[in-house]
C-alpha cells in the first residue's frame, strides 16, 4: 500500500509539474512554526523583542492555515492575534489535558508555561466546520509523560473547491522515542475514527526527524512527508537555536490523501532569529 501511495504522487506529481493538473484555486498553503515560548530568554530573544520579526515572516507567505506550537495562553497567544490580523483561531491550553499525577504537579509548579497548539486559518479562504484539542498522554503509572501533550483537530472546507479536509497540529514529547510514537498512533487512531477517507494534513514540532521506526508508522498509516514529491528550497534544518548550534530537522508538514507541489524551510533573515525554530511550509492540493 506504501509503493501505491507514493506512486500515486509521483504521477500526479508529473501532470502537474506538465501545468495539465496544479491550478491555482485547487492549491491551499500551510505552515507549521515553533514560535518558542514567551519566557526567560537572553533579553535580545524575548517575546517582546521579536514578534514582530515573527508576523513579518508569516506575513511573507500568507499561508492558508498555519499550525503554532508553544503558544503561552494569554499574552503571546493575544499577540498573534493581532499582528495576523485576518486570521481566526482555535486551540485550548495543554494543562486542559493532564492526565497523570507527574503532569498535574509539573503543571501546578509556577514557572512551568501552559502552551497551547493554535491553528490560525484564513476564513476567506477555508471554513472550519469542527475543532477540539485532543490530549496524547500514554498511559503509564509509573512513568508518565512529563509534560501533557495535545494537538489541535480542525476539519475544514475549501471555499473555492468545497472540499473537506483535516488537520491536526501538535508538539510531541522531547525526551523519549518510545512516548513520542505512542503519541503518533494515539493520533494516527483518531484519525482513523474522524477522518479516514478525507484528506489529512499533520503538522508540528515533533521533536525528532522522520525516519526508521516512526516513518514506518507514518507510512503505513498511508502518510508520506509533504517534501517527498514537491520542489522544495531553502535549508534543512528547521530547529536552530539562537545562534545555529542546534540545527535540527525536526518540524514537519505530513500528508495523506494530499501532495505538496513546494516544499520549504523559511530561512531566518540575515542574522536574525524571529524563534530558535524556522517554521515550514507547504503548497498543498487535496486529492
Same mark, same amino acid.
Given at each position: 500500500?506504501?509503493?501505491?501511495?507514493?506512486?500515486?504522487?509521483?504521477?500526479? @506529481?508529473?501532470?502537474? #509539474?506538465? @501545468?495539465?493538473?496544479?491550478?491555482?484555486?485547487?492549491?491551499?498553503?500551510?505552515?507549521?512554526?515553533?514560535?518558542?515560548?514567551?519566557?526567560?530568554?537572553?533579553?535580545?530573544?524575548?517575546?517582546?523583542?521579536?514578534?514582530? =520579526?515573527?508576523?513579518?515572516?508569516?506575513?511573507?507567505?500568507?499561508?492558508?492555515?498555519? @499550525?503554532?506550537?508553544?503558544?503561552?495562553?494569554?499574552?503571546?497567544?493575544?499577540?498573534?492575534?493581532?499582528?495576523?490580523? @485576518?486570521?481566526?483561531?482555535?486551540?485550548?491550553?495543554?494543562?486542559?489535558?493532564?492526565?497523570?499525577?507527574?503532569?498535574?504537579?509539573?503543571?501546578?509548579?509556577?514557572?512551568?508555561?501552559?502552551?497551547? %497548539?493554535?491553528?490560525? !486559518?484564513?476564513?476567506?479562504?477555508?471554513?472550519?466546520?469542527?475543532?477540539?484539542?485532543?490530549?496524547?498522554?500514554?498511559?503509564?503509572?509509573?512513568?508518565?509523560?512529563?509534560?501533557?501533550?495535545?494537538?489541535?483537530?480542525?476539519?475544514?472546507?475549501?471555499?473555492?473547491?468545497?472540499?473537506?479536509?483535516?488537520?491536526?497540529?501538535?508538539?510531541?514529547?522531547?525526551?523519549?522515542?518510545?512516548?513520542? %510514537?505512542?503519541?503518533?498512533?494515539?493520533?494516527?487512531?483518531?484519525?482513523?475514527? %474522524?477522518?479516514?477517507?478525507?484528506?489529512?494534513?499533520?503538522?508540528?514540532?515533533?521533536?525528532?526527524?522522520?525516519?526508521?521506526?516512526?516513518?514506518?508508522?507514518?507510512?503505513?498509516?498511508?502518510?508520506?512527508?509533504?517534501?517527498?514529491?514537491?520542489?522544495?528550497?531553502?535549508?534543512?534544518?528547521?530547529?536552530?537555536?539562537?545562534?545555529?548550534?542546534? =540545527?535540527?530537522?525536526?518540524?514537519?508538514? #505530513?500528508?495523506?490523501?494530499?501532495?505538496?507541489?513546494?516544499?520549504?524551510?523559511?530561512?531566518?533573515?540575515?542574522?536574525? !532569529?524571529?524563534?530558535?525554530?524556522?517554521?515550514? !511550509?507547504?503548497?498543498?492540493?487535496?486529492?
Amino acid at each position: 500500500m506504501k509503493n501505491f501511495v507514493l506512486l500515486k504522487c509521483y504521477i500526479l @506529481g508529473f501532470f502537474m #509539474l506538465c @501545468g495539465c493538473l496544479a491550478v491555482a484555486k485547487d492549491i491551499l498553503t500551510f505552515m507549521s512554526y515553533n514560535v518558542r515560548r514567551k519566557g526567560k530568554d537572553p533579553i535580545e530573544h524575548q517575546w517582546d523583542n521579536r514578534k514582530e =520579526l515573527v508576523f513579518k515572516q508569516i506575513l511573507s507567505k500568507r499561508p492558508t492555515i498555519i @499550525g503554532f506550537q508553544e503558544v503561552v495562553k494569554g499574552k503571546q497567544y493575544k499577540d498573534l492575534k493581532k499582528g495576523l490580523p @485576518g486570521y481566526r483561531s482555535f486551540g485550548k491550553p495543554r494543562s486542559k489535558k493532564s492526565k497523570s499525577w507527574l503532569q498535574w504537579v509539573i503543571m501546578k509548579y509556577p514557572r512551568a508555561q501552559d502552551e497551547c %497548539n493554535p491553528i490560525f !486559518y484564513n476564513p476567506k479562504h477555508v471554513q472550519l466546520i469542527k475543532s477540539e484539542t485532543v490530549g496524547i498522554n500514554p498511559p503509564n503509572i509509573l512513568f508518565p509523560s512529563w509534560l501533557p501533550r495535545i494537538f489541535s483537530y480542525g476539519l475544514f472546507k475549501d471555499v473555492r473547491t468545497q472540499k473537506k479536509f483535516c488537520v491536526i497540529n501538535t508538539h510531541l514529547d522531547k525526551d523519549s522515542k518510545t512516548i513520542r %510514537n505512542k503519541q503518533i498512533h494515539l493520533i494516527l487512531k483518531y484519525v482513523t475514527k %474522524n477522518a479516514d477517507d478525507l484528506p489529512v494534513i499533520i503538522m508540528g514540532d515533533f521533536n525528532a526527524p522522520i525516519e526508521g521506526n516512526t516513518q514506518k508508522i507514518l507510512y503505513d498509516a498511508h502518510f508520506v512527508h509533504a517534501k517527498e514529491n514537491a520542489i522544495t528550497r531553502g535549508p534543512k534544518k528547521t530547529r536552530t537555536g539562537w545562534k545555529d548550534n542546534k =540545527l535540527k530537522e525536526i518540524d514537519h508538514i #505530513l500528508l495523506k490523501n494530499a501532495m505538496a507541489t513546494e516544499y520549504e524551510v523559511v530561512q531566518n533573515p540575515q542574522g536574525q !532569529y524571529p524563534s530558535d525554530h524556522q517554521p515550514v !511550509y507547504a503548497k498543498v492540493i487535496l486529492l
